[in-house]
């Protein structure tokens, strides 16, 4: 079976630059599914083969925190990694996101080798 | 705020700068900053994003509608037409980013910030106003010959 990746963020733009950059690092996946919050980030989990999350954290609806608290509460999707992709730097605000199963974060902006040096490890 | 401690004017040409040469490869010439009133551009898009916590304010990036184009297409790689969602989806992100980088300049100077979501309004001789008493800066940046604004208006909570 081959890799999938879902992108979490609730800016479209935001998606198809991550996309982008993933394909720039030379990283396939054999396919891309989309995500613009929280919630719809949990029913693709439920129907969807995925290997990794690539999530933001400031979203409506539900947040890239309230989407790891909820993930981790059921256990057929609770395994999956999560790559935080965000704006968001804080120690603490990651900190809470790597004590919910957060494997890493990114900053945004970014660089496709960023992408690479960081998401390259995990795959 | 002490200007002399904080330099945010410096601090929003580097925010923006480092957000197009890292995300849409251009390097953005920028105006000085300027205090108080004056520098506004004919706007056909804003994105604003507020901040509060230890300071509260509002960041805006002030676009004519050629620049949100040119923007956003060089952004996604491909020719953009018109005002669309995604024009305003992605000046948005740009208003984010920014105002992330922000952040990270305040939490050096010991203020903590937190971030709204964006909101882009769009449409023909517009402006925004509010936060009464509250100071602005704001500095003019220049992408293929045209000019676009990057705004924050700021108070900081006592």
Same mark, same amino acid.
């Given at each position: 079976m081959g890799k999938n990746v879902l992108l979490v963020d609730d800016s479209s733009t935001m998606r198809k630059i991550v996309g982008r950059s993933?394909?720039?690092?030379?990283?396939?996946?054999?396919?891309?599914?989309?995500a613009a919050d929280g919630i719809e980030a949990l029913e693709i989990l439920e129907k969807e083969h995925i290997d990794i999350v690539l999530s933001d954290i400031?979203?409506?609806? =539900?947040? *890239?925190?309230?989407?790891?608290?909820?993930? $981790?509460?059921?256990?057929?999707?609770?395994?999956?990694?999560?790559?935080?992709?965000?704006?968001e730097t804080g120690d603490d605000i990651i900190g809470e996101a790597k004590s919910l199963g957060a494997v890493g974060a990114i900053k945004k902006p970014f660089t496709p080798d960023k992408v690479n040096e960081v998401l390259g490890p995990l795959l | 705020?002490?200007?002399?401690?904080?330099?945010? *004017?410096? /601090?929003?040409?580097?925010?923006?700068r480092e957000v197009f040469s890292t995300m849409l490869m251009v390097e953005l010439k920028a105006d000085?900053?300027?205090?108080?009133q004056g520098g506004e551009v004919d706007s056909n898009i804003t994105s604003m994003? *507020?901040?509060?916590?230890?300071?509260?304010? =509002?960041?805006?990036?002030?676009?004519?509608?050629?620049?949100?184009?040119?923007?956003?297409?060089t952004f996604l790689g491909m020719e953009v037409e018109e005002i669309d969602e995604d024009v305003k989806d992605a000046?948005?992100?740009? /208003?984010?980013?920014? $105002?992330?980088?922000?952040?990270?300049?305040?939490?050096?100077? !010991?203020?903590?910030?937190?971030? /709204?979501?964006p909101t882009s309004v769009v449409g023909n001789s517009f402006?925004?106003? !509010? =936060?009464?008493? $509250?100071?602005?800066? /704001?500095?003019p940046f220049s992408m293929n010959g045209r000019t676009f604004l990057v705004e924050l208006k700021y108070m900081e909570n006592t």
């Open positions: 993933l394909r720039q690092a030379g990283i396939d996946f054999d396919n891309i599914f989309e400031n979203m409506p609806n =539900m947040d *890239g925190i309230s989407f790891l608290r909820e993930k $981790a509460t059921r256990d057929n999707i609770k395994g999956i990694p999560v790559l935080m992709i965000s704006t | 705020m002490n200007e002399t401690e904080i330099n945010i *004017g410096q /601090a929003i040409m580097d925010s923006t000085e900053p300027i205090e108080g994003l *507020g901040l509060g916590k230890d300071i509260r304010g =509002m960041l805006s990036v002030h676009c004519p509608g050629e620049v949100a184009k040119d923007i956003t297409g000046i948005g992100e740009i /208003a984010n980013m920014v $105002a992330g980088n922000l952040k990270v300049f305040f939490q050096k100077h !010991g203020r903590d910030i937190e971030l /709204a979501i402006r925004t106003s !509010g =936060m009464s008493g $509250a100071q602005r800066v /704001a500095v």
